[in-house]
């Protein structure tokens, strides 16, 4: 038998202990990490605890209470039931029973559940999605992004090889960034100029997250001989995976393939050895259009489709 208990801050330390010895927690699903944006949400996740009194499973959640919807988590891209390595599958679907009937008395009319994909687990770890279908939930959006499988990466295309080369005879080199100040200007500039949006993070958010998680949360740039970034990426270490959080090129460097080079300098020296090197998302509207420009930039590098799945469960 397991409890259902409310999160509060002094769990911080056991609750991050956790995350690091389950079978598919992240470091996004750290306090630090979800707490970096604490004033923006209310805070509703749940922990489980064993009958010895240890975590056996966590849910990272927030509440909406103008419409009275609990996410897991709203500000993250994925946060569902996090277990240890040791709980049984009986015990996962009465923490999903204790979830529900703790959301229902709290007034919740819906869940929305973002469970984390699997390529970010260590071990397979999918009950929760069984017994949400047990209780009526139904997929309410389906994302696609690009992942490279590196144990057998099928290997950039021809263009990206003619890209990589032209930028490695301008004399252009990569180099590991601290300051993002730079990468986040020519972000910004592509976001707003192509798919009129704005980076989710800002400068100073993203400083401060990499404050935080200095082996995580890495900046890779290209840079031009005359020093000028060209291209980047900010990249999440998740262990296993490696997940490109955002990539931007300069129109210069768009020119001499800067983002190329960067691209194939992570693929090919820092995570080679990794399990799986995810890009993220090319959809949009919750799944509704895909993007061909992005899908096809992605998988010319050998990307191949992942889901990230959102569900919805009508708790009245």
Same mark, same amino acid.
């Given at each position: 038998?397991?409890?259902?208990?409310?999160?509060?801050?002094?769990?911080?330390?056991?609750?991050?202990?956790?995350?690091?010895?389950?079978?598919n927690g992240?470091?996004?699903?750290?306090?630090?990490?979800?707490?970096?944006?604490?004033?923006?949400?209310?805070?509703?996740?749940?922990?489980?605890?064993?009958?010895?009194?240890?975590?056996?499973?966590?849910?990272?959640?927030?509440?909406?209470?103008?419409?009275?919807?609990?996410?897991?988590?709203?500000?993250?891209?994925?946060?569902? $039931?996090?277990?240890?390595?040791?709980?049984? !599958?009986?015990?996962?679907?009465? %923490? @999903?029973?204790?979830?529900?009937?703790? /959301? &229902?008395?709290?007034?919740?009319?819906?869940?929305?559940?973002?469970?984390?994909?699997?390529?970010?687990?260590?071990?397979?770890?999918?009950?929760?999605?069984?017994?949400?279908?047990r209780h009526?939930?139904? $997929?309410?959006?389906?994302?696609?992004?690009? !992942?490279?499988y590196l144990?057998? %990466? @099928?290997?950039?295309?021809?263009?990206? /090889? &003619?890209?990589?080369?032209?930028?490695?005879?301008?004399?252009?080199?990569?180099?590991?960034?601290?300051?993002?100040?730079?990468?986040?200007?020519?972000?910004?500039?592509?976001?707003?100029?192509?798919?009129?949006?704005?980076?989710?993070?800002?400068?100073?958010?993203?400083?401060?997250?990499?404050?935080?998680?200095?082996?995580?949360?890495?900046?890779?740039?290209?840079?031009?001989?005359?020093?000028?970034?060209?291209?980047?990426?900010?990249?999440?270490?998740?262990?296993?995976?490696?997940?490109?959080?955002?990539?931007?090129?300069?129109?210069?460097?768009?020119?001499?393939?800067?983002?190329?080079?960067?691209?194939?300098?992570?693929?090919?020296?820092?995570?080679?050895?990794?399990?799986?090197?995810?890009?993220?998302?090319?959809?949009?509207?919750?799944?509704?259009?895909?993007?061909?420009?992005?899908?096809?930039?992605?998988?010319?590098?050998?990307?191949?489709?992942?889901?990230?799945?959102?569900?919805?469960?009508?708790?009245?």
């Amino acid at each position: 038998m397991i409890k259902c208990v409310t999160y509060c801050p002094s769990y911080a330390r056991h609750w991050d202990r956790m995350v690091e010895q389950s079978r598919n927690g992240t470091f996004l699903l750290k306090r630090a990490y979800m707490d970096y944006h604490h004033d923006r949400f209310t805070d509703a996740s749940l922990v489980f605890v064993d009958h010895k009194g240890h975590f056996a499973a966590l849910l990272p959640a927030n509440i909406d209470v103008t419409t009275a919807t609990v996410y897991s988590h709203q500000g993250l891209t994925y946060g569902g $039931l996090i277990v240890s390595a040791d709980i049984h !599958t009986e015990q996962i679907g009465e %923490a @999903i029973d204790m979830a529900v009937n703790h /959301y &229902r008395e709290m007034g919740a009319r819906k869940l929305i559940y973002k469970p984390i994909p699997y390529i970010y687990s260590k071990y397979p770890s999918q009950e929760d999605l069984y017994f949400l279908f047990r209780h009526g939930a139904r $997929l309410q959006s389906r994302s696609l992004s690009q !992942t490279i499988y590196l144990p057998q %990466a @099928i290997g950039l295309n021809t263009l990206r /090889y &003619r890209k990589l080369n032209k930028s490695l005879l301008a004399g252009n080199r990569v180099c590991k960034s601290t300051d993002v100040t730079q990468f986040w200007h020519i972000l910004d500039h592509t976001l707003r100029t192509r798919h009129n949006v704005r980076p989710v993070h800002s400068i100073d958010e993203l400083h401060l997250l990499m404050s935080r998680f200095p082996e995580q949360i890495c900046l890779y740039e290209t840079h031009s001989p005359d020093d000028e970034v060209l291209a980047g990426t900010l990249v999440f270490d998740c262990g296993q995976t490696i997940h490109t959080q955002y990539l931007a090129v300069s129109d210069r460097g768009r020119e001499v393939g800067a983002l190329d080079h960067v691209v194939s300098y992570l693929l090919t020296e820092v995570y080679a050895l990794r399990q799986y090197f995810d890009f993220g998302v090319s959809t949009e509207s919750g799944g509704k259009i895909l993007n061909p420009g992005l899908t096809f930039q992605k998988e010319s590098f050998g990307g191949r489709g992942i889901c990230y799945d959102t569900w919805e469960l009508n708790l009245l």
